[in-house]
């Protein structure tokens, strides 16, 4: 067996592998920046009068969006203003998703940090540390998230959410995916009483006496429902969720939920596995 000891190399006077390939390479997969599953929504977005976002990146389990600013070398004033630009005008332009930005750069040193911070909290900035390797003929990425968004918060259990109403969710989804969270808040009133389902914009959660309690919330999708369970992730509950072979999402390190995929079948094949996540669920509260 061979130990490999790649060759550490700048990009920013690199003549071949340019920003518009890092750019390509994250477009194919990105994945690989360490941020979830997502796709991509559009790359070289025109914005009048204030340039072109390099990255729109979309979860598309939910109404996330990232709108990434990728610079090789060093991390300057002019980027961190540009990125909250792009992100500024996509929040405004599309208020309806959940926004964030991200810088990429080769060297984001403490100072910098330090200033990102100070956006940080006020608006949700992400700053991924780019490395580059070459061994012969072969290149690859490294990407290091050195600065996470700061979460404010409670946002899903605050009164300034938008509420909707059954129809616009059957819309979105289906009658028979919006009947399987009727189901689900049926088997929870079989241990508890009172629990109701509370139509939001971005998610169907829960309420008891009118007040939201939402240990587990869903969204409902066309083919079927993501149930979103408040648990803290353990080995325990990761092996009982895939021995029942549910279909198990990215667990939500955010917001502390497990994600599954929901269909009429798991129901029944499930009931009982379904239940006893929702008891461990309920009662318990996000860890600030």
Not at 182 to 196: H, K, P, R, W
Request: charge should be negative; include cysteine; charged fraction near 30%.
């Amino acid at each position: 067996m061979n130990l490999i000891r790649p060759e550490k190399i700048n990009l920013i006077n690199n003549p071949t592998l340019t920003e518009k390939w890092v750019q390509e390479i994250i477009a194919n997969d990105p994945s690989i920046l360490g941020l979830g599953d997502l796709i991509l929504k559009d790359k070289e977005r025109i914005h009048p009068k204030a340039g072109r976002l390099d990255l729109l990146l979309q979860d598309p389990d939910s109404e996330r969006r990232y709108e990434v600013e990728i610079q090789l070398g060093k991390v300057d004033e002019s980027h961190i203003i540009r990125t909250i630009e792009y992100w500024d005008i996509e929040k405004k332009r599309y208020p309806q998703y959940d926004h964030c930005a991200v810088i990429i750069a080769e060297d984001i040193t403490n100072r910098f940090l330090n200033v990102i911070n100070i956006f940080n909290g006020t608006i949700p900035l992400i700053a991924i540390k780019m490395e580059a390797f070459k061994n012969e003929n072969d290149y690859w990425l490294n990407f290091t998230t050195v600065l996470n968004e700061v979460s404010l918060g409670l946002v899903e259990e605050d009164e300034i959410k938008e509420a909707t109403d059954r129809n616009y969710w059957e819309k979105r989804g289906t009658t028979k995916t919006v009947a399987l969270a009727d189901e689900l808040v049926a088997m929870i009133n079989e241990f508890t009483s009172g629990y109701e389902l509370k139509y939001n914009k971005f998610y169907v959660g829960l309420a008891k006496d009118g007040q939201p309690d939402n240990f587990v919330i869903f969204r409902p999708k066309k083919s079927n429902t993501t149930m979103e369970i408040r648990l803290e992730q353990t080995v325990e509950t990761d092996k009982l969720i895939e021995d029942a072979s549910l279909d198990l999402m990215e667990y939500d390190n955010k917001w502390n939920r497990y994600r599954i995929r929901i269909s009429k079948q798991d129901l029944t094949k499930n009931k009982e596995l379904i239940i006893n996540l929702l008891k461990m669920a309920y009662g318990k509260t996000i860890k600030e």
